[in-house]
């Protein structure tokens, strides 16, 4: 057996090994998988807009009118004037200056975060944050330090203890991606004007789903900072596809000019760009999705704690249900679908050891009878499987 051979039975026998299953239709509350009909209940479209009327109808008018690639970077020739329009909406909803749209939010974490924070320099981040914050800390070259999830004491001591004149840049997910809490930004955003540092919220989950206008974790609060910077990505709430950062205008001059995430690749699409447009337009204009999400994340996560389920902190449309090892939630996730509900089981390292749980994640156009159905199964396997 060869190295990766035995790395992938290693993997297999720790029921931590990954395949990919085919879906065979549109993205909707029902899902064609592998030939089969399911209920979906791990999709980040909260909004339901990656199927929405608008949003397909703008993309397909912007492939007559645009064609269907670019051809080149932006700072070359792919810079279509779409990008502008889509910019500055983007700017209104998180309230900044400017924003500047990158090709995934992945894509935007790496290249902002390597500008903000290189050698020398000291990045605080909590223990819970995305992957791709994980990996853009990595690459920066800065030092890199973890603070317990949400604990603002150990982030002021580790603040307070940097050396003089290091810069500091604190870096913390809006709405946790796989718990489903909320990040304590006033908290944060405090600590940045006491002791100097920048805020980099990567609010992919918040986008669209949280504050009065859909703004995001800043809405939410009703705060700003001149400490703050804004990641978000057009891909969860919103529907299509692309990252991008809201800041100020020299923040976006200098990743324009220094960010190679953002100068090396070629520009995104037209219909991409259109479809952003027609999703921030449907978030301004229908602010009746963000109200079902809302009415349906209060109604199943009333559900899931009198069925006895522990859905950590969650207060959001993200919610996980903790099982600790991962073959009872491979096993759980099993049973779901066997059952016609489709439903991730997720496991470490996208969480921590010991910490293997059910991601229910929920969408405007889940219907109360579909919520129901999802109780009734979760109640039926929890039982069956000793976790309630
Ligand atoms: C999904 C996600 C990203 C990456 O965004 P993409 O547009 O999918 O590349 C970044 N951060 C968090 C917290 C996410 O959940």
Known sequence: MNKEEKELKRLREAQLFRSLLSIESSQSTTVMLEGKEVLLFCSNNYLGLANHPKLKKAAAAAIETWGVGTGASRLISGNLALFRQVEEKLADLKGTESALVFNSGYTANIGAIGILAGKGDLILADR???????????????????????????????????????????????????????????????????????????????????????????????????????????????????????????????????????????????????????????????????????????????????????????????????????????????????????????????????????RITLMANHTKPQIDRLLEELSTIGHRLQII
């Open 128 to 358: 819970l944050n995305h992957a791709s914050l994980i990996d853009a800390c990595r690459l920066s070259g800065a030092t890199f330090r973890v603070y317990r999830h949400k604990d603002m004491c150990q982030l002021q001591k580790l603040l307070a203890s940097r050396k003089t004149g290091q810069k500091a840049l604190i870096l913390s997910d809006g709405i946790f991606s796989m718990d489903g809490d909320i990040a304590p930004l006033p908290a944060l955003l405090n600590l940045a004007e006491v002791y100097d540092a920048t805020v980099y919220l990567d609010d992919a989950h918040a986008t669209g789903v949280l504050g009065m206008h859909g703004g995001g974790t800043a809405d939410h609060f009703q705060i700003s900072s001149k400490h703050l910077i804004q990641m978000g990505t057009l891909s969860k709430a919103l529907g299509g596809f692309g990252g991008f950062i809201a800041g100020n205008s020299c923040l976006i001059d200098t990743l324009i000019n220094k960010s190679r995430p953002f100068i090396y690749t070629t520009a995104l699409p037209p219909s991409i760009l259109a479809t952003a447009l027609a999703a921030l337009e449907v978030i301004e204009e229908e602010p009746a999705l963000r109200k079902r999400l809302w009415e349906n994340q209060r109604y199943l996560s009333k559900g899931l704690r009198q069925l006895g389920f522990d859905t950590l902190e969650s207060e959001t449309p993200i919610l996980p249900i903790l099982i600790g090892d991962s073959k009872t939630a491979m096993a759980f996730s099993k049973a779901l679908l066997e059952n016609g509900i489709y439903v991730s089981a997720i496991r470490p390292p996208t969480v921590p050891a010991g910490s293997a749980r059910l």
